[in-house]
């Protein structure tokens, strides 16, 4: 036994001691199961970091050997711009290149896109992404258009569009110069909706109907036969499809503004709507004031649980205000995080960005890029395309298209002072405190095209942009082809 003892002489006086602090640190994972929030945070400035162009697809697709609507309007608007007067477009906004709106179903199987010109199109995403691979970015891809599971066009433009979340096969649009929903089913071979939903007739003092359009919609994962559609007259509308065609309730705002975004919240209860004037609005269907639906269905409207106007509460961040002149900014889109349930994004038509904490009724994140006039970009021509981010399914990053050029903004909304985006971060704490090698930073993501609306994948955070020029890129990390000899040797 002595030959295993080391001698007295052989041990230092002072011995080396293990660092206790970092001593589980790659071992937290196995013990608890999941990573910790500060973790995943210190590895969100590499996922950042590794998102770039992989592919574009131009929306070059046929009707019946035909020009589709959103094709014609492309090539009539490229030739306008070449100065062939001959082909000037006279047919107003409706039959412009862009694409309105986009959104994954569940899985992230099937991809659907709405364009201006009246285009609906269910992409097979599977086809699209790894038709990227091996491709240059910005190299404009042809999607096999045999592989779309629908594409029809509608004599109206379409500004959005969601897929059914009780019901893959279903996905739903709306059109701002319509009162109606069209439901289609992917599963029949049918250009023909399979149900239309329709908003009440509302007149005006002096007799005459009052001309709504629906501006976004949203499908409750609980309720599987409610569907929910904000409109251009201050109302949100709700359907119980068992019932009727008609809108079971009505939510007002109590004023005729445009509400161009609506979220639901705490397992479909709580419904959040944003608009032209720069107001966010939030009912409960649990209780409150707006409990009076469920008791007397003599009523048809209902006013908003509470209120909020978000310039006020800009100005109430005191190192914003001080820089900047706030005033009211139309809402263009709100989206609540996946990963932090109580966390709201905003973003205004300035292209600002922010978070709202919907617990406490304060804005705790703001993105202030500088303004479009300041890189000499015409933006007169963008006034009628509303932008729509799109948070990453983890890590509370928030993927926004840039107002001004062409790329996307990828936002550090991580709920804490330790996100470079948050009202109260601090710098120079934060680089003292900071362990690790990775600055947590936004990152601006050069794109070909500028951006309209986002969405990204549920499952690998691929993110898929929609374009001023109808046009999908794909953002993603960019994948190496390892050649046969590189695996023998």
Request: glycine fraction near 6%; hydrophobic fraction near 35%.
């Amino acid at each position: 036994m002595e030959k295993y003892l080391a001698s007295r002489e052989s041990v230092p006086e002072n011995p080396k001691r293990c660092n206790s602090s970092n001593r589980w640190k790659r071992s937290v994972v196995e013990l608890n199961g999941r990573f910790e929030p500060k973790y995943r945070h210190d590895l969100s400035a590499l996922l950042m970091q590794s998102y770039s162009q992989i592919g574009a697809f131009p929306h070059l697709y046929h009707v019946d050997r035909v020009l589709c609507p959103t094709h014609e309007g492309i090539v009539i608007a490229q030739r306008s711009r070449a100065g062939d007067g001959a082909m000037i477009d006279h047919r107003g906004s409706f039959g412009k290149p862009g694409i309105s709106a986009v959104d994954f179903d569940c899985k992230g199987i099937y991809l659907v896109s709405a364009t201006r010109s009246g285009c609906l199109t269910v992409h097979d995403f599977e086809s699209l992404y790894y038709q990227c691979n091996g491709t240059l970015p910005g190299v404009g891809l042809k999607e096999d258009q045999s592989k779309h599971l629908l594409h029809i066009t509608l004599p109206q433009q379409l500004d959005a569009v969601r897929w059914n979340l009780a019901n893959q096969d279903e996905v739903a649009c709306a059109s701002t110069r319509s009162n109606v929903v069209s439901i289609y089913d992917i599963g029949y071979i049918s250009d023909e909706p399979v149900e239309v939903l329709k908003t009440r007739r509302s007149i005006t003092v002096v007799g005459s109907d009052v001309q709504k359009g629906l501006s976004d919609i949203a499908f409750s994962a609980v309720n599987t036969s409610r569907l929910i559609a904000s409109d251009t007259h201050g109302v949100v509308n709700i359907w119980d499809r068992r019932v009727g065609v008609l809108p079971s309730l009505e939510l007002s705002t109590g004023s005729h503004s445009t509400l161009n975004s609506l979220q639901l919240h705490a397992e479909n209860q709580i419904i959040f709507a944003a608009g032209k004037h720069g107001s966010i609005y939030m009912w409960d269907l649990r209780g409150g004031r707006t409990s009076a639906p469920f008791q007397n269905h003599k009523e048809v409207r209902h006013l908003p649980l509470t209120s909020l106007k978000l310039a006020s509460m800009l100005e109430k961040i005191g190192t914003l205000k001080a820089q900047s002149k706030i005033v009211p900014q139309e809402i263009h889109s709100i989206d609540l995080d996946p990963s932090c349930s109580y966390q709201l994004a905003f973003h205004l038509d300035d292209g600002w960005s922010g978070v709202l904490d919907v617990y406490n009724s304060r804005v705790t994140h703001v993105h202030c890029p500088p303004p479009a006039w300041l890189s000499d970009s015409n933006n007169s021509a963008d006034q009628l395309h509303l932008r729509k981010p799109s948070w990453l399914s983890t890590n509370s990053i928030y993927a926004v298209g840039s107002s001004s050029d062409h790329g996307i903004h990828l936002l550090d909304f991580f709920p804490g002072s330790s996100s470079p985006s948050h009202v109260d971060y601090n710098e120079d704490i934060q680089s003292l405190s900071e362990r690790t090698k990775h600055k947590k930073q936004n990152r601006f993501v050069p794109l070909s095209e500028g951006v309209t609306a986002c969405v990204t994948h549920p499952l690998n955070n691929t993110i898929v942009a929609g374009t001023k020029n109808s046009s999908l890129l794909v953002v993603s990390q960019k994948q190496q082809c390892t050649s046969d000899s590189m695996l023998e040797q």
